[in-house]
Each structure stands twice: as structure tokens, then as C-alpha cells.
């Protein structure tokens, strides 16, 4: 009696297996994954236009290297204050940052032509504040491997080129860190 239970279980099981492989393949939808979060990583695949109803939650979809201090968003216009703390990272991670500021403000969006980038130090004992490195960046003014030759380039300092491109100013104060 208990073997014939267990036999017409696994029948029913076989049965239901087949049923719902035959439906996914009737429907095109064999092979197809879809991962949990894929409506999270489609929403910020497309350009999304920014705006400031949404400025917060797209710069947090971003996910940026360097911690963002302060944000403004004008017309076509998008101004970001990145924040580098004491004994915080070497010039490549901020080049780093700011390739991915770049990428993620020209390619996740469909509004912003201008990006204003200023990397600022800030001094947690007396509370001073000093400008690094500030970059004034517009979009299609750069050839396309420039993004990469930016993410890849080290500690030394910027070329003349890149420089040119990211139209980058250096303060004295970055340059006396590059260059220890």
C-alpha cells in the first residue's frame, strides 16, 4: 500500500515537472533568469533624466568611490563637492571617483551636459576646508578611451592631455601630495 503511494506521488510529481517545462517552453521563456533586483539594475541602465525630485536617490544608485559632500543640480548643469578626509586615499582613487562621476553623470543620464566636480579636503581638527582638485567636464568634449586612460592612471600626475580634456585644475596643495 505505501510503496503504491510513494509510486503514484512520484508520477504526479514527474507530471507536474513536465507540464511546467513544456509551458516555459510554449511561452519562449526557457533560459530566460531575470535576477531579483533586475528592476532596480534596468531603472538605472536607461539614462534617466535628473532632476532634483530624484537627484538624491539617483547619486545613491550611483554608488560613487569617494563619500559626495554637497550636490546642486541647475538646468543642464550638475555641480558635485566630493569630501577627502585626512589620511584618506591616493590620487588614483580620487582620479578613480572622478572618472565615475563622469561616466555615471553622462552615461546613466539624459539631461546633463556639464559636470563640475571639486575634490575638497577637509581638515576634522580645526574645520578648514581646502579645494585639491577641481574638473570641469562637458559631455562629447573628450575622445572615448580618455574615460579609461583617466580610471587607469595612477598616482602620477595627470597628462597634459587629460588635463585638457577634463579641463582639471591642480592647487599647489595637490600637487605637493602628488609628488611626496
Same mark, same amino acid.
Given at each position: ?32 533568469? =531575470? ?60 582620479? =578613480?571617483?572622478?572618472? =565615475? ?11 546633463? =551636459? ?67
Amino acid at each position: 500500500m505505501k510503496r503504491t503511494i510513494i509510486v503514484q506521488t512520484l508520477f504526479i510529481l514527474f507530471g507536474c515537472l513536465a507540464s511546467l517545462t513544456a509551458l516555459s517552453w510554449l511561452t519562449g521563456k526557457a533560459g530566460d533568469f =531575470q535576477p531579483v533586483n533586475a528592476a532596480l539594475s534596468e531603472e538605472h541602465v536607461r539614462p534617466a533624466e535628473l532632476k532634483n525630485d530624484n537627484l538624491v536617490d539617483e547619486l545613491i544608485a550611483w554608488q560613487l568611490l569617494v563619500p559626495v559632500d554637497k550636490v546642486e543640480l541647475s538646468g543642464s548643469i550638475l555641480a558635485i563637492d566630493f569630501k577627502v578626509t585626512e589620511g584618506a586615499h591616493s590620487a588614483e582613487w580620487l582620479y =578613480q571617483g572622478l572618472a =565615475q562621476s563622469v561616466d555615471r553623470s553622462f552615461h546613466n543620464t539624459s539631461n546633463i =551636459q556639464r559636470l563640475l566636480v571639486r575634490f575638497i579636503a577637509e581638515d576634522r581638527w580645526l574645520g578648514n576646508k581646502y579645494l585639491l582638485l577641481a574638473a570641469d567636464i562637458r559631455r562629447g568634449e573628450w575622445p572615448a578611451e580618455a574615460l579609461e586612460e583617466l580610471r587607469t592612471w595612477g598616482d602620477r600626475e595627470l597628462s597634459r592631455e587629460l588635463k585638457s580634456w577634463f579641463r582639471v585644475t591642480e592647487t599647489n596643495l595637490w600637487k605637493t601630495m602628488i609628488h611626496k
